[in-house]
């Protein structure tokens, strides 16, 4: 977490995710209108910051969006009319962190953070605390998965090989002469 000025924000990359009360409102509004043109809305819907944060940070559109206008507060020189070749930057962005190996979750989060430390900072220690109880729970249901998978293949390899060494059993007594019967000449 980075200050400035009296507001927090979230480091990104060299660049720091901060959220001002301005931009929050212009998120909501450039949000509402982007899923109004997709037809993921109605008309007249209510759909505040925080709703899109919760409900459409998946969508790329919003994801590139509320990155814009999180990055807005160090970058005071971005215009209205800039905003288009802005938003490909930082669509360019997000492509920049899913190729250096992050997450799209991670980056959710570090959006969600920025934006709950200008709206909402009392609830972070508590989300930041309840994301690392979900990532030490899902990485034990992982490990769990794991090592249900390798005893699954150990018993399958198992079963392959006695299978196949009885096959190779019968395969010897059928091809073996029997001593009962005399040798052929």
Partial sequence: MTTKKGMRGVALDGKTLRFTHENVGLFSQAGYEK??????????????????MA??????????LSLFYGLLADQPDVK????EKDIKDISSMVDAWTEAGHSLLDLR??????????????????????????????????????AIAEERIERTTKI???AK????KAKK???SPSPDLPASS
């Fill in 35 to 52: 899923l109004l043109n997709l037809d993921r809305i109605n008309k007249g819907a209510l759909v505040e910051a925080d709703v899109l």
């Fill in 55 to 64: 409900s459409y940070l998946g969508n790329a559109d919003i994801l590139n």
């Fill in 80 to 83: 209205s009319k800039d905003m």
């Fill in 109 to 146: 989060r570090k959006i969600i953070e920025a934006f709950k430390l200008a709206t909402d900072p009392s609830s972070v220690v508590s989300m930041l605390e309840s994301w690392r109880n979900s990532d030490k729970q899902a990485e034990a249901e992982s490990a769990i998965e794991k």
């Fill in 160 to 162: 392959l090989k006695e």
């Fill in 165 to 168: 060494t009885e096959k190779e």
């Fill in 173 to 175: 007594t059928l091809t």
